[in-house]
């Protein structure tokens, strides 16, 4: 679970995110939409820790980010927009260091290292330097990365960017795997398709303050229509 | 002409990749700190240079002075060249903006020229100021008339633009065949290596050309400056170590190099304006050859041994970045060489027969300054890079990445110093307990230094730039760390010269205070260096 407890953030006089709280419960897939500036990404970097919070707490089942950072940091992981990172690694010396501070077990995290890179179609690449994969094998081996520790929460900022049609099938299929398992999968998205199949609930999210949250047929309720996702986003949005 | 003003404008801003402060909310143009830095080395330059002038400025000039005019002004010459063929070859070729031009209708011989006067510019502020400063000090310092002043302004230009003409006809010439290979760190590497023989190669060939005794023969050219005569004597066409000696003043130099620049200056444009764009095309298409997985060798490595992983991981880190591995490389190499000769040369001279407490101060302020390599413990945590982002987000033991980070450095210093002790200490007779005192002394001192330069990145470090070379152009921490490099020999040096002119009979005791010296640093930094770290995983990191 994933609380935030009345969280802002300004860059100079700009308000990135003002006053937000939110709790994204146990055992769903939880979508964080809007448009771009909207505070989406610094939420996420706050919540990762990435960016401090200048108001507010951010609690990672119930462990305060602020007061342990390093116990909340255990019960995530997390797959940054850009996966453009880690270049100068093989895949295999990236999995395994995630696998050394994570302290996972060596047998255990092999066989999910490998299970895993099967599974996304990368596990012929895991020798080769991660500077010369492309931009969709970069993202798969940062997502293997974030599921190697089989973390509580699942924290993914635009995820589905650059993969493959098989590869966001089995990364859609993961996500809800573990959301049946009672985790929480919270991730950031433009694509409202997406969203609007998979995500069991919504908040959407403008000029750093949320809109709505709820399921999309509660949103479709309050707005007393019948259209897609993308219709009442953009209405929600524009207003 | 405006058309290429908007291309070489391009290439700058490219170069630059200024940084976006969020803060502050304007660019941030690094010029400020790259100019603070290129005057630093100026200075310290001029400075050494300066004092042997003077000497040679003196009626009675010796043979030793000579040595050193011609070693400073060379000295400075080989560095100039290596920073040439380090920063410029791989520049040309694998800027991330150039993915940029190539669907514009760009010449290669444009791109080409813009990339080259962009690097003339920096070439100039980090190492073409040294060699200005010189001829002007020369000038003065043996009292020449003000044209000597334009010549001397002439010649630094020239030998900037012959130096940098060869590392960037090198790496041409090496990116001709740069579709048969496939990685471009790889390809980075060799060309900086060739580029780096070939400038040395030039170097060494005008040092070495001339025959005879070359100090008579500087000697005879000094004297007849002085005197304010002709000019020296050279041999005609051959290129040789009284030439480059005498470069800052001698008008036959710049006509020479005039000759050359134009020879060179013309088969560099057609050699670009050939291949330069289809060596650009190759270098953003590159095939991948799949490598064999050893998944289950490098988890168990991983998990058995963290420790041996984090720096192995390290070492891949800093070699997959080619420019700062070979600089690394050289500073060491030449910090090794240049110590070994002099030490050698106190060793067997029988005119300079030192004292032996002068020659303990002469050791160890080479070996110390020789084993001092900032660069890897300073570049290590910036290189992390955007990587550093998730870095944030991972529960990591500060301790062992900072112990990594150390050790790696250590490896690296610490040898150096071991070997330049164990080494010229027995060779210049000291005694036992000096030499078995030396290696805790290296040891604890490598560590002093790379917990003070990784503590200097953490306040300093920058994680987003687009070339990691960026990381050593970036912001204040460059110039505090080569302020530092001076200053923290010196610490030691006090103790080291103290008991030399006061207590001669018990120089090993002045080891030992600097043995517990360093340690307490050590200490202090250590805890100093943990706490900085903790705190940078909590603050905000612009990327």
């Known amino acids: 679970m994933i609380r935030l407890e009345e969280?802002?953030?300004?860059?100079?006089?700009?308000?990135?995110?003002?006053?937000?709280?939110?709790?994204?419960?146990?055992?769903?897939?939880?979508?964080?939409?809007?448009?771009?500036?909207?505070?989406?990404?610094?939420?996420?970097?706050?919540?990762?820790?990435?960016?401090?919070?200048?108001k507010g707490n951010i609690f990672i089942d119930d462990i305060s980010l602020k007061d342990?950072?390093?116990?909340?940091?255990?019960?995530?992981?997390?797959?940054?927009?850009?996966?453009?990172?880690?270049?100068?690694?093989?895949?295999?010396?990236?999995?395994?260091?995630?696998?050394?501070?994570?302290?996972?077990?060596?047998?255990?995290?092999?066989?999910?290292?490998?299970?895993?890179?099967?599974?996304?179609?990368?596990k012929d690449n895991l020798g080769d330097y991660i500077i010369n994969y492309s931009h969709g094998m970069r993202q798969k081996i940062m997502i293997i990365g974030m599921l190697l520790h089989s973390p509580h929460n699942l924290i993914l900022d635009e995820p589905l960017t650059g993969l493959d049609p098989e590869s966001f099938y089995t990364l859609k299929e993961i996500?809800?795997?573990?959301?049946?398992?009672?985790?929480?999968?919270?991730?950031?998205?433009?694509?409202?398709?997406?969203?609007?199949?998979?995500?069991?609930?919504?908040?959407?999210?403008?000029?750093?303050?949320?809109?709505?949250?709820?399921?999309?047929?509660?949103?479709?309720?309050?707005?007393?229509?019948?259209?897609?996702?993308?219709?009442l986003f953009l209405e929600l949005t524009k207003e | 002409m405006k058309r290429f003003l908007s291309i070489l404008k391009a290439t700058y801003y490219s170069s630059l990749s200024i940084s976006f402060s969020k803060r502050q909310k304007k660019m941030r143009n690094p010029f400020i700190p790259q100019l603070i830095s290129g005057l630093i080395l100026v200075f310290y330059f001029a400075f050494l240079f300066y004092e042997s002038a003077?000497?040679?400025?003196?009626?009675?000039?010796?043979?030793?002075?000579?040595?050193?005019?011609?070693?400073?002004?060379?000295?400075?010459?080989?560095?100039?060249?290596?920073?040439?063929?380090?920063?410029?070859?791989?520049?040309?070729?694998?800027?991330?903006?150039?993915?940029a031009f190539l669907p514009l209708p760009i010449k290669g011989r444009e791109l080409f020229l813009a990339k080259y006067l962009i690097n003339i510019y920096y070439s100039f502020i980090y190492g073409?100021?040294?060699?200005?400063?010189?001829?002007?000090?020369?000038?003065?310092?043996?009292?020449?008339?003000?044209?000597?002043?334009?010549?001397?302004?002439?010649?630094?230009?020239?030998?900037?633009?012959?130096?940098?003409?060869?590392?960037?006809?090198?790496?041409?010439?090496?990116?001709?065949?740069?579709?048969?290979?496939?990685?471009?760190?790889?390809?980075?590497?060799?060309?900086?290596?060739?580029?780096?023989?070939?400038?040395?190669g030039f170097i060494f060939s005008i040092f070495f050309s001339i025959e005879g005794n070359d100090i008579t023969s500087i000697e005879n050219s000094i004297h007849t400056i002085y005197s304010n005569l002709t000019f020296i004597n050279w041999i005609a066409y051959i290129p040789s170590k009284v030439i480059l000696v005498n470069s800052p003043i001698d008008l036959q130099f710049v006509g020479y190099g005039l000759i050359v620049l134009v020879v060179i200056g013309i088969i560099t444009f057609l050699l670009a304006d050939k291949f330069y764009l289809t060596s650009l095309y190759s270098t953003s298409s590159h095939h991948k050859k799949k490598k064999a997985s050893h998944i289950d060798k490098v988890f168990s490595l991983a998990m058995k041994y963290p420790f041996l992983f984090f720096i192995r991981r390290e070492f891949y880190s800093l070699s997959r970045n080619s420019q700062l591995f070979i600089s690394s490389l050289i500073y060491s190499i030449i910090m090794l060489i240049s110590g070994i000769s002099l030490l050698s040369f106190f060793a067997f001279s029988q005119e300079l027969a030192l004292p032996k407490n002068i020659l303990f101060i002469v050791v160890f302020a080479l070996v110390l300054t020789?084993?001092?390599?900032?660069?890897?413990?300073?570049?290590?945590?910036?290189?992390?890079?955007?990587?550093?982002?998730?870095?944030?987000?991972?529960?990591?033991?500060?301790?062992?990445?900072?112990?990594?980070?150390?050790?790696?450095?250590?490896?690296?210093?610490?040898?150096?110093?071991?070997?330049?002790?164990?080494?010229?200490?027995?060779?210049?007779?000291?005694?036992?307990?000096?030499?078995i005192l030396s290696i805790p002394f290296s040891i604890v001192y490598s560590f002093s230094s790379n917990l003070l330069y990784l503590l200097i990145s953490i306040f300093f470090s920058h994680f987003?730039?687009?070339?990691?070379?960026?990381?050593?152009?970036?912001?204040?921490?460059?110039?505090?760390?080569?302020?530092?490099?001076?200053?923290?020999?010196?610490?030691?040096?006090i103790t080291i010269?103290?008991?030399?002119?006061?207590?001669?009979?018990?120089?090993?005791?002045?080891?030992?205070?600097?043995?517990?010296?360093?340690l307490g640093i050590d200490i202090l930094l250590y805890f100093l260096v943990k706490k900085s770290f903790s705190y940078l995983l909590n603050k905000d990191v612009t990327i």
């Open chain 1, 68 to 122: 342990d950072p390093f116990k909340a940091k255990q019960n995530f992981g997390y797959v940054p927009d850009s996966p453009d990172l880690f270049l100068g690694m093989k895949g295999e010396d990236y999995l395994a260091f995630i696998a050394a501070i994570y302290n996972i077990d060596k047998n255990e995290g092999l066989q999910k290292a490998e299970k895993l890179a099967e599974r996304f179609n990368i």
């Open chain 2, 370 to 435: 020789a084993s001092l390599q900032p660069y890897l413990s300073y570049i290590s945590l910036p290189l992390e890079g955007k990587s550093f982002y998730l870095i944030k987000t991972m529960p990591f033991k500060s301790s062992s990445y900072i112990f990594s980070k150390i050790a790696f450095g250590f490896i690296y210093t610490g040898l150096i110093n071991i070997i330049l002790f164990s080494v010229f200490l027995p060779l210049l007779s000291f005694d036992i307990y000096t030499i």
């Open chain 1, 7 to 54: 969280i802002s953030k300004k860059f100079g006089d700009l308000i990135a995110v003002d006053n937000l709280s939110l709790t994204i419960e146990d055992g769903m897939i939880f979508g964080l939409l809007g448009p771009n500036g909207a505070g989406k990404s610094t939420t996420l970097k706050m919540i990762t820790s990435i960016l401090r919070p200048d």
């Open chain 1, 175 to 231: 996500m809800r795997e573990n959301a049946l398992e009672g985790k929480t999968v919270l991730l950031s998205t433009h694509v409202l398709d997406v969203a609007e199949k998979i995500c069991d609930k919504l908040a959407i999210i403008n000029k750093g303050k949320i809109i709505f949250t709820g399921t999309l047929e509660e949103l479709r309720q309050l707005k007393n229509e019948n259209s897609s996702l993308e219709t």
């Open chain 2, 54 to 99: 003077s000497n040679l400025g003196k009626l009675n000039i010796s043979n030793q002075s000579i040595f050193e005019y011609v070693d400073i002004y060379f000295t400075c010459i080989i560095f100039f060249g290596l920073f040439m063929s380090i920063a410029i070859s791989p520049s040309i070729y694998f800027y991330k903006g150039d993915e």
């Open chain 2, 128 to 200: 073409g100021t040294s060699l200005l400063a010189l001829s002007i000090i020369t000038c003065i310092s043996f009292n020449l008339p003000f044209y000597c002043y334009i010549i001397g302004i002439l010649a630094s230009i020239i030998e900037t633009l012959l130096l940098s003409f060869i590392s960037f006809i090198v790496a041409l010439f090496f990116s001709i065949f740069i579709h048969f290979k496939t990685s471009k760190v790889a390809l980075s590497l060799y060309s900086t290596i060739f580029a780096l023989i070939g400038v040395l």
């Open chain 2, 497 to 518: 010269i103290t008991f030399s002119l006061f207590l001669p009979n018990m120089l090993y005791l002045a080891v030992v205070i600097d043995i517990v010296f360093y």
């Open chain 2, 464 to 493: 987003d730039y687009n070339n990691p070379i960026e990381i050593l152009q970036k912001g204040w921490g460059n110039a505090i760390v080569i302020i530092a490099n001076y200053l923290f020999p010196a610490l030691s040096l």
